[in-house]
């Protein structure tokens, strides 16, 4: 059975930092290709941050500059650092993972970022 468990959210004020993980089980994260979305109350689920098997990268606009995601192929875990956080990054966070026709999703964490 596949998991995506997220950790890592919670409450903090503008200008703060979090780092969100994702642990996925049942599944070789190397071969997929990992994404970090949100989803703020009222909003469609946006994709945040991705990363290839290969190691490439892309950000929304909105977060370049101030996330960075990464992973570790040994702890088959996934990572998200969030810096300079502002209330309008206040969503819950879900873990992506994807391949083919594989499509995972983890239950998401909620982040709260005061002014």
């Known amino acids: 059975q596949v998991q995506l468990v997220e950790s890592g959210g919670g409450s903090v004020q503008s200008g703060g930092s979090l780092r969100l993980s994702c642990a996925a089980s049942?599944?070789?994260?190397?071969?997929?290709?990992m994404g970090w979305y949100r989803q703020a109350p009222g909003k469609q689920r946006e994709l945040v941050a991705a990363?290839?098997?290969?190691?490439?990268?892309n950000y929304v606009d909105s977060v370049k500059g101030r996330f960075t995601i990464s992973r570790d192929n040994a702890k088959n875990t996934v990572y998200l650092q969030m810096n300079t956080l502002k209330p309008e990054d206040t969503a819950v966070y879900y873990c992506?993972?994807?391949?083919?026709?594989?499509?995972?999703w983890g239950a998401g964490t909620l982040v709260t970022v005061s002014s």
């Open positions: 990363i290839t098997g290969f190691g490439s990268t």
């Open positions: 049942g599944i070789m994260l190397r071969v997929y290709t």
């Open positions: 992506n993972a994807r391949t083919g026709g594989e499509n995972y």
